[in-house]
Nanobody, 127 residues
Framework: QVQLVESGGGLVQAGGSLRLSCAASGRTFSRYYMGWFRQAPGKDREFVAAISRSGDSTYYADSVKGRFTISRDNDKNTVYLQMNSLKPEDTAVYYC????????????????????WGQGTQVTVSS
C-alpha cells in the first residue's frame, strides 16, 4: 500500500514563500503522474498542479501559474511544490496525490483521476 506524506506547510505573510514536500513509499513512484490539490474552508478541493512521470511536463491552475512550481525527484520518491508570492486566498489544506493506473496526461488535471492521497498540510497566508 503506497503512502504519501506531506510536509512543509505553515503560516506565512502575504508575498512570502513556502516549499511543500510529499514523500511516497514504495518502489513505483516514477511510474505515476503526481498532483497537488488544495481545499479551503467551505470550498471544494481544487486542482493546483500536476507533473509527468519524468518531470519534463507540468500543468498549473490559472490561479497559481507563474507563482507555484511543481517538481519531483524520482531518486528520493518525492514531489515538491514551491509556492512564491503567496496570497491570502492561497490559504488551504494542501494535498499531494497519485493518479490511477492508466490515467492519461490530459486527464491528470481531474480530481477523480487520483486514488492515493496524503493527509494534507495546512498553509495559512496572513494579509
Amino acid at each position: 500500500q503506497v503512502q504519501l506524506v506531506e510536509s512543509g506547510g505553515g503560516l506565512v505573510q502575504a508575498g512570502g514563500s513556502l516549499r511543500l514536500s510529499c514523500a511516497a513509499s514504495g518502489r513505483t513512484f516514477s511510474r505515476y503522474y503526481m498532483g497537488w490539490f488544495r481545499q479551503a474552508p467551505g470550498k471544494d478541493r481544487e486542482f493546483v498542479a500536476a507533473i509527468s512521470r519524468s518531470g519534463d511536463s507540468t500543468y498549473y491552475a490559472d490561479s497559481v501559474k507563474g507563482r507555484f512550481t511543481i517538481s519531483r525527484d524520482n531518486d528520493k520518491n518525492t514531489v515538491y511544490l514551491q509556492m512564491n508570492s503567496l496570497k491570502p486566498e492561497d490559504t488551504a489544506v494542501y494535498y499531494c496525490a497519485r493518479v490511477r493506473d492508466g490515467t492519461s496526461w490530459y486527464a491528470a488535471r481531474g480530481l477523480r483521476e487520483y486514488d492515493v492521497w496524503g493527509q494534507g498540510t495546512q498553509v495559512t497566508v496572513s494579509s
